[in-house]
C-alpha cells in the first residue's frame, strides 16, 4: 500500500484532478452549446495519470502530449483562461486561437502539444531530448501517448533511438485500452505494453493509473532515472476513457456494463476516500476546493467569452516565423 | 580539391561543395550537427560528409537507424530545443517514410501554437533520375513538398549555390529542404576560394537571351543550358533562369523574363501532372497572359514509374532535344 500524502498535497493533488473533471465538464456543455467546435477528446477517467506523472517533473522539463491534452495542460499549469479561450478559437488563446483542442502549446511552461497524429510526438521528444543530452542540460522529456501509438512505426522508431542514443525520454503510455473504436486485444499481437517497451533495453513497467498515488510514485522514480542515469524510460499507465473517443463518437464498441466497471474505479472519488478514511480532508474541505475550481472556471468562460476573434487580414500569418512571440 | 594558387580559386565538384559548406557551418556554430543514415563511418551515401566524423566526432556527425520519421523528428525537437540540426535523407523517396514529421510537425507547429515555435532545421536529401536506380530511387517529389505551407525549399544546380546554400538556411528560422540532384555531385568547375553565403529567395537569369525563357532548376538546368546551346545555331537566342529557390516561388525574375522574351517553356524533372512546372505555367499565364506570344510549354518527365533500361529511363526524363524541338515548335508556329 502507498503511503499517503500529507494533507496538504494530498488535497493539491485532488484539486488538480477535480480542476481537470470540471473543466471538461464545462466543456461539454460549451460544446453543446456550439461555443467550441471541431473534436473535443476528453480526458475524463484518466485524470491521475496526467496529475501523477506531472508532479515528478520540473519547471524546465517538456511536455508533449497528445490531441487529449486539456488535463496535461491544465496540470503544467497553463491557464484555465488561455486554454478555454483556445477552445473558442480566440486570440488570447494558448496557441493564438489557431490550435484549438487538440493543438495547446505553451512556450512558457515547455508544452509541446497538442499533437493529433497518433505516434507523431514521440519523434519530437526524442528530438527535445537530444538537445538537453547534447547542452548538457539535465532535463527531462515527458511524452504521452495512447495504446494506439504502440501500433504506429514511429513508436518503435523512437523508443529504438532514445535508448540507442541513451536520451532522457519518459515515455508515459496511457493504455485506455481502446485505439479510438477498437481494443487493444483486437490490434496488438502482443498485449503486454510494457514488455514490448522492455524489449528496447529501457527500464519499463506498468503502473495502476486509476490511483493517481501509485502514478505519482511510480512518476518520481521513473523521471529520477530519466534524469540521472541521461537514459529512457517507459511508464505503462493503465486506465479508462469513462467518455466517447470525442464527441461524434456514439460508443458502439463497448458495452455499458463495462463502462460502468470501470467508472466503480474512478480515480478522485478514490482518492477522495482514502484522504477522509484517514482524517486528512473534510466535506468542508471539500466544498472549499470545489468552489475554487468553479470560480476558476466560471472566470475562464467569461475571459474566453471576452476575447477576441483574430482578423480575416491575419489569416495567413504564422507560417513562417516572424520572430516575436506571441 | 586542387587549389590554383594565381587565382585564387579552386577546382571543385559539387560534392566537395556541399562538404565544404556543412563543415563551414560545423566549424562556425556549435548547435549545428548532422545527422542521417550513413553520413557518419560511411561517408555519406554519396560521400557527400566524407572525413567528416574523423574531424568532427560522433556527437556531431551522427550516425542514425533506418528510422526516417525518427530522426527527422527528432530533428525537429532538436531544433526547437535549440540546436541547429542538419538531417541527411539519403533520397527524396525516403522522405516519404517521414512525410508525417515534415508536414504535419516541421511544417506546422509554428503555425498551431500561433507563433510561439521557430524550427530552424535543415532537410538535405537526394532527388532525381538518370543513374539506372529504377523506379524507388529515382524520383523527383520537389513539386509534392513545395505544396506546404511552412516549408522552404532549394535546389542548388550550381557550384556557388551547392557551396552557398546551406549556411543560409541554417540561419533560417523556419524548416528548409535542399534537393541536391544525384547527377551533380561529380559536377566540377572553378569556385573562387572565398566562395560563402548567396542568396536563397531570387531565381537567377543563367544565361540571358531574347528570345524565349527556359525555365528549369536543379538537374534541369544542365538540360535548359545545353538545349540554349543548341538552339544558337537555329538562330534563336534562348534565356536561361534557374529557379533556386522551389517554395517560395520567385514570381519576379520569371514574369520580367517573359515579359521580354514573351515565350517560356519549363523544364521539369517532375512528372507533369500537379508539377512545380504546372505551378510556374500558371502563374506566368496569371501575371503575364498579354505578355506571351506563344502559350506556355512545358518539358517535364514521362507519366511513368522511372524505368531500369537506360534508353526507356532516358526517353522518360526531359532532354535538351526534347527542349529544343518544343522551342522550335513554339517559334515556327507562326509567331
Known sequence: MIKLPERGHGLELLRQMLLVRRFEEKCVELYSAMKIRGFLHLYIGEEAVAVGVMQALRPDDAIVATYREHGHALVRGVSARSIMAEMFGKLEGCSHGRGGSMHL??????????????????????????????????????????????????????????????????????NNRYAMGTALERYESETDLALKAASYEMTAWSVDGMDVLAVEEAAHKAAAEVRAGCRPCFLELLTYRFRAHSMYDPDLYRTKEEIERYKQHDPIPALIERLRDAGLVTDEDLEAVEQVIADEIDDAVEFAEAGTLEPIEDLERHVYWEGAAL | MSVSQASSTSTITYREALRAAIRDALLSDERVFLMGEDVGAYGGSFGVSKGLLAEFGPER??????????????????????????????????????????????????????????????????????????????????????????????????????????????????????????GLYNMEGELPADAGAVDIERAAIRRPGADVTLIAYGGTLGTALAAADELIDAGIDAEVIDLRVLRPLDDLVVV???????????????????????EVSARITEQAFYELDAPVARVCTAEVPIPYPQHLEQAALPQPGTVVAEVRRMVGSGV
Open chain 1, 105 to 174: 502549446f505553451d512556450a512558457d511552461t515547455r508544452f509541446y502539444g497538442g499533437n493529433a497524429i497518433v505516434g507523431g510526438g514521440l519523434p519530437l521528444a526524442v528530438g527535445f531530448a537530444l538537445a538537453d543530452k547534447l547542452a548538457g542540460r539535465e532535463r527531462v522529456t515527458a511524452c504521452f501517448f495512447g495504446d494506439g501509438a504502440v501500433a504506429e512505426g514511429e513508436f518503435h522508431e523512437s523508443m529504438n533511438l532514445a535508448a540507442l542514443w541513451q536520451l532522457p525520454v519518459l515515455f508515459c503510455c496511457e
Open chain 2, 61 to 182: 556527425i551522427r550516425d542514425t537507424p533506418l528510422s526516417e520519421s525518427a530522426f527527422v523528428g527528432a530533428g525537429i525537437g532538436a531544433a526547437i530545443g535549440g540546436l541547429r540540426p542538419i538531417v541527411e535523407v539519403m533520397t527524396v523517396n525516403f522522405c516519404l517514410l517521414a512525410l508525417d514529421q515534415i508536414m504535419n510537425n516541421a511544417a506546422t507547429i509554428s503555425h498551431m501554437s500561433g507563433g510561439q515555435f521557430a524550427v530552424p532545421l535543415v532537410i538535405r536529401m537526394t532527388t532525381g533520375a538518370g543513374r539506372q536506380v529504377a523506379a524507388q530511387h529515382s524520383h523527383s517529389l520537389e513539386g509534392w513538398l513545395a505544396h506546404i505551407p511552412g516549408l522552404k525549399l532549394l535546389a542548388p544546380a550550381t557550384l556557388p549555390d551547392a557551396r552557398g546554400m546551406l549556411g543560409p538556411a541554417l540561419q533560417d528560422r523556419n524548416p528548409v529542404l535542399i534537393f541536391e540532384h544525384g
Open chain 2, 256 to 278: 520580367e523574363s517573359v515579359s521580354r522574351t514573351h515565350r517560356a517553356v519549363i523544364v521539369d524533372e517532375g512528372w507533369r501532372s500537379g508539377s512545380l512546372a504546372a
